[in-house]
């Protein structure tokens, strides 16, 4: 079974308890996690999240079967430094939905890599665990992550008001998608040459 897939200068690879401090650190900033329904965390909060994500991965790679939950590190592809982050999580009572998620680290911010993360989850889910579609959110104003989901092709499907409190400020969810046949035949066929 692949462990991991490269574009360019980056490498998508599964989530391994060496990456956890890496993680921890960056889910501990304030910037970062700005417009997230999570965080800042400490590293406890942290590495209690994503052991037991890691410990399936690894049980079921040890098996040569597909993780159920699929969390990957992303690295620049020659010295290994650390980009972020990014998952996909399968929707309950809908198989073959998965709501996609990536946190690029700061000192990373536009360099195209929440991008190139949103562009490998498109691939991994349409190819790798045959979805029939992505969902996406985010809150208000995060314009970064909006504006990447739309280049990606997900449709906006709609808002949920007053979703989360954060500082004593209300924020909106918004919600969107991406389905399988919106996908063009010649764009998956790009990116199968990229990943495969």
């Known amino acids: 079974?692949?462990?991991?897939?490269?574009?360019?200068?980056?490498?998508?690879?599964?989530?391994?308890?060496?990456?956890?401090?890496?993680?921890?650190?960056?889910?501990?900033?304030?910037?970062?996690?700005?417009?997230?329904?999570?965080?800042?965390?400490?590293?406890?909060?942290t590495i209690a999240y994503f052991s037991p994500l890691i410990s399936s991965i690894e049980e079921s790679l040890k098996e040569d079967k597909?993780?159920?939950?699929?969390?990957?590190?992303?690295?620049?592809?020659?010295?290994?430094?650390?980009?972020?982050?990014?998952?996909?999580?399968?929707?309950?009572?809908?198989?073959?939905?998965?709501?996609?998620?990536?946190?690029?680290?700061?000192?990373q911010w536009r360099k195209g890599y929440g991008s190139a993360a949103c562009?490998?989850?498109?691939?991994?889910?349409?190819?790798?665990?045959d979805a029939f579609r992505i969902t996406g959110d985010c809150t208000e104003g995060n314009v970064g992550s909006e504006k990447i989901m739309i280049r990606s092709g997900f449709q906006s499907e709609g808002r949920q008001r007053k979703y989360w409190l954060h500082k004593g400020k209300w924020y909106d969810r918004l919600l969107f998608a991406l389905l399988k046949e919106d996908v063009s035949k010649k764009r998956m066929q790009s990116l199968r040459a990229i990943y495969t």
């Open 119 to 129: 562009e490998f989850l498109i691939y991994y889910a349409f190819n790798v665990l």
């Open 66 to 107: 597909i993780p159920h939950i699929n969390v990957f590190t992303i690295r620049e592809k020659d010295t290994g430094e650390f980009i972020g982050q990014c998952a996909l999580f399968p929707i309950e009572f809908t198989n073959g939905n998965y709501l996609i998620g990536y946190q690029i680290d700061d000192s």
């Open 1 to 45: 079974m692949k462990l991991e897939w490269s574009k360019d200068n980056i490498v998508f690879s599964y989530c391994t308890e060496a990456d956890l401090k890496e993680i921890a650190e960056m889910l501990s900033k304030e910037s970062v996690c700005k417009y997230m329904f999570f965080g800042p965390n400490t590293e406890e909060d």
